[in-house]
């Protein structure tokens, strides 16, 4: 049998529709620069339009296909995520790659930890709105695909999915993010469950788990500890990179992914094997 082992094949999005929640910044901007940079027409959404148009200004400078638009949406809800849903489907009949990436987190005291800001909404976020979002565009997932271009789910985990330190250099003394390692563990097991379910549909589903990267989530604890710090206790000796979780996404979504799915890929330079007390937090 033969195969087109050429990279610019192996590995092309040219053509593909994209859309990434939460990608007004952040990793899901990182992505979504990505796929536009290599001729996908790409489509984020995000709460905050300032954001949003900003980020697809930058994104359409180096885009090499359809210029990238957005959409305003709050995926905090089953209502929110139809909303998107609907949006979405004025706009397109078909959706090839579907980065489910908005993510929130919350620090707290041990025993005084909120209910609704820290337990109910992050878990609204990072984990009913993967359901809710993926469910509702799964006919256009679907639509066209076949196993060696199969529609692709990225559903963005954390290394916190696996480490359960919660309190840590990217929290406030006497806080730690209790619920963040919860739901993230909860994405991982969602993304096994929607595998099964869609890949008898040619729809592949995989998790990606970042470990330390730039964004408003870890803004705070890089600002009091220093770059240094964090750094030190990386064994790459840096943090997470754009082209680090753009060309992941883009192997997963591309040719050279079709035969991947139900995975959990940590993205840390292997940090996570150091007794480096931070409870990584990935995005927003």
């Known amino acids: 049998m033969s195969s087109d082992l050429r990279v610019d094949s192996l590995f092309k999005v040219a053509g593909k529709i994209v859309l990434v929640t939460g990608g007004g910044s952040g990793i899901g901007k990182m992505m979504a620069t990505g796929f536009a940079q290599n001729g996908a027409k790409v489509y984020i959404a995000a709460r905050k339009e300032s954001q949003l ?14 210029k990238a638009q957005y959409i305003v949406a709050n995926v905090g809800s089953k209502a ?40 109910d909404n992050v878990f609204n976020v990072n984990v009913k709105s993967i359901f809710y979002m993926t469910a509702g565009l799964s006919d256009l997932l679907i639509k066209d695909s076949t196993n060696v271009d199969p529609g692709c789910v990225i559903n963005i985990s ?24 919860a739901s993230k563990a909860a994405v991982n097991q969602l993304t096994a469950q929607l595998a099964v379910k869609l890949g008898p549909s040619q729809v592949t589903v995989n998790a990606i788990c970042p470990g330390l990267f730039p964004s408003k989530m870890t803004a705070f604890g890089i600002r009091n500890t220093g770059e240094d710090v ?28 079709a035969h991947v799915t139900g995975t959990q890929i940590l993205l840390d330079g292997g940090s996570r094997y150091n007794a480096h007390g931070a409870a990584p937090a990935t995005k927003l």
């Open 53 to 66: 148009k900003e980020a697809v200004d930058d994104i359409n400078k180096v885009a090499t296909g359809p």
């Open 230 to 257: 964090f750094n030190a206790n990386q064994p790459t000796g840096r943090y997470g990179a754009p082209s680090d979780i753009a060309g992941l996404a883009l192997f997963l979504a591309s040719r050279a992914g």
């Open 80 to 119: 929110g995520c139809n909303a998107l849903i609907a949006e979405f489907r004025k706009r397109e009949n078909k959706l090839h790659v579907l980065i489910n990436n908005s993510g929130i987190t919350w620090g707290g005291p041990f025993n005084d930890f909120p209910e609704e800001k820290g337990w």
């Open 158 to 181: 954390s290394t916190a999915s696996v480490e359960p330190r919660s309190e840590g250099l990217l929290s406030a003394d006497g806080n730690g993010t209790w619920s963040y390692q």
